[in-house]
């Protein structure tokens, strides 16, 4: 009895261990997310912080090519809500950012 108890627990913690190395590993949006994501923003930048200075939407020109690095409309995925905190890999929590406003999200870096 004991024994299938402690069985049962072990099962528990190597189950939430797994879930735990997912989460580490999965901080990517997939790449089917990030199209319909893409289509959506109409390839601009959807940023509507005021924080970054912008009138509004940010809607810079954004190229698809140049995502992460590029010298012209290099952009970003960002998580509205990160992995960590339970953010769904889904175009509704991925958001498509110019690097410029990418880099002032509270999650990049951290850093700096
Ligand atoms: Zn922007
Ligand atoms: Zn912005």
């Not at 049962?8 to 190395?21: G, L, N, Y």
């Amino acid at each position: 009895m004991m024994e299938n108890m402690d069985k049962e627990r072990i099962k528990r913690i190597i189950a939430r261990a797994k879930e735990i190395i997912k989460k580490q590993d999965g901080e990517k949006f997939s790449q089917a997310t990030i199209d319909a994501a893409w289509t959506r923003s109409g390839g601009r930048c959807e940023c509507i912080r005021i924080s970054c200075g912008h009138n509004g939407r940010c809607n810079k020109q954004l190229v698809y090519e140049n995502r992460k690095e590029g010298e012209r409309g290099a952009w970003e995925a960002h998580h509205i809500i990160s992995k960590a905190l339970g953010g769904k890999d889904e175009a509704s929590n991925c958001q498509i950012l110019c690097l410029d406003c990418h880099k002032k999200t509270e999650s990049y870096g951290k850093h700096d």
